[in-house]
């Protein structure tokens, strides 16, 4: 493997945020309970490896997880693609809201008619905002995402007719998770900065994730939650590649996200407002992921700085397989592999955020 796939394979998903969304509403006794008037009868997601479901499993990619140890704590301890140990972020929602267990991603093969009328994820893992960053991994663009979208809306359409189906569209939350492989990979890793300043490529991003979520508003998304940037200079794969010596978190690329989670906050306030009927909403989980990522006792974990797969360093997607070993007890770590969160991770963080966003998509 040369340098640069090396690179690639251990910066290549920046995302661990996600975790994020269980945050629409308050739960009660582990399912969140809504006003009789609220319907929300799917989960969608579109964007990168927090929110893939196993999309890229079909795909002559790099940027896989349907093997061991990946799914080790899901049901039937089976890899399904999703880049995990157990339930990533779309299934928790779904979970939570009542709408069902999981949530397939659109490409599996052995999809069925309930799957469509609850959900589905069209996500890749190391997708982006930027085109070349789908482009450098191998892997479906949000172009190519909203492309399937489509596709999905005339298959359910077929199956409910037309007005069920705008229905499903509208009532729906519609979760865009990217950002964090523009920056980690292409930006910082492949020297794309040589030909851009971080002003104009975060500009570049922000125009690109504007125009995506007013595509999928055409389409007949209404209520749209669009997860920022995490503090990508602190995942344990970027500690160890530009952390130095002591692995410390990396303050330009942590600075780097900050800027364009200014711009991302912004820019959809203003669709917000622009888009009628719409409710847009900026989900901010830098600060909660770095707050846990610094004080992670006090969330019940006892590592924060390395994943549970391998040395937890550097493994992420093929680095971490069958030969690599896990932690002893994963309920311990916050990271699954170096970029990833674990199952625990994902609903700590989501506890942590609910209170924040509790009324926002009402």
């Known amino acids: ?51 893939d479901q196993g999309n890229n499993n ?42 069902t267990e999981l949530i397939p991603a659109y490409l599996d093969p052995n999809l069925k008619l309930e799957d469509l009328k609850k959900g589905v994820s069209f996500a890749s893992g190391g997708s982006g905002y930027v085109p070349e960053t789908a482009k450098l991994a191998s892997v479906i663009s949000l172009s190519d995402q909203l492309e399937l979208f489509k596709e999905y809306i005339g298959k359910l359409k077929g199956a409910v007719g037309e007005e069920e189906t705008n229905n499903i569209l509208t009532n729906s939350i519609h979760l865009v998770v990217a950002g964090s492989d523009d920056l980690a990979n292409t930006y910082f890793t492949l020297g794309v900065s040589k030909f851009y300043d971080i002003n104009s490529y975060t500009d570049l991003m922000v125009s690109s994730a504007s125009s995506f979520i ?7 998304a209404r209520r749209i939650a669009v997860f920022s940037i995490p503090p990508i200079g602190c995942l344990p794969a970027q500690r160890t590649l530009a952390g130095g010596g002591v692995r410390m978190c990396v303050e330009n690329y942590n600075q780097a996200a900050q800027l364009v989670n200014s711009k991302f906050s ?38 924060a700085d390395r994943g549970c797969c391998g040395t937890g360093n550097i493994e992420v997607v093929i680095l971490c397989n069958k030969y690599s070993g896990t932690c002893p007890d994963d309920t311990k770590y916050l990271f699954w592999d170096s970029y990833h969160p674990t ?9 942590e955020i609910l209170q924040n966003y509790v009324n926002r998509f009402i």
């Open 1 to 51: 493997m040369n340098r640069l796939s090396f690179h690639f394979l251990v910066t290549y998903n920046t995302k661990v945020f996600f975790y994020v969304f269980v945050l629409l509403w308050a739960a009660c006794e582990g399912k969140i309970k809504l006003p009789e008037n609220i319907k929300v009868p799917a989960i969608f997601a579109f964007g990168d490896s927090i929110v």
């Open 58 to 99: 079909g795909i002559k990619t790099l940027i896989k997880s349907n093997f061991k140890p990946y799914g080790k704590d899901f049901e039937g301890g089976v890899s399904t693609g999703r880049f995990g140990n157990g339930k990533t972020p779309p299934d928790l929602i779904a979970e939570e809201l009542g709408i």
């Open 214 to 220: 007013q595509e999928i508003y055409k389409l007949g």
């Open 266 to 303: 912004s820019e959809f306030d203003s669709l917000a407002e622009k888009l009628p009927q719409s409710k847009v909403v900026f989900i901010d989980i830098y600060n909660p992921l770095l707050d846990l990522i610094q004080m992670p006792q006090n969330y019940g974990f006892e590592v």
């Open 343 to 351: 199952e625990k991770g994902y609903r700590v963080l989501v506890d």
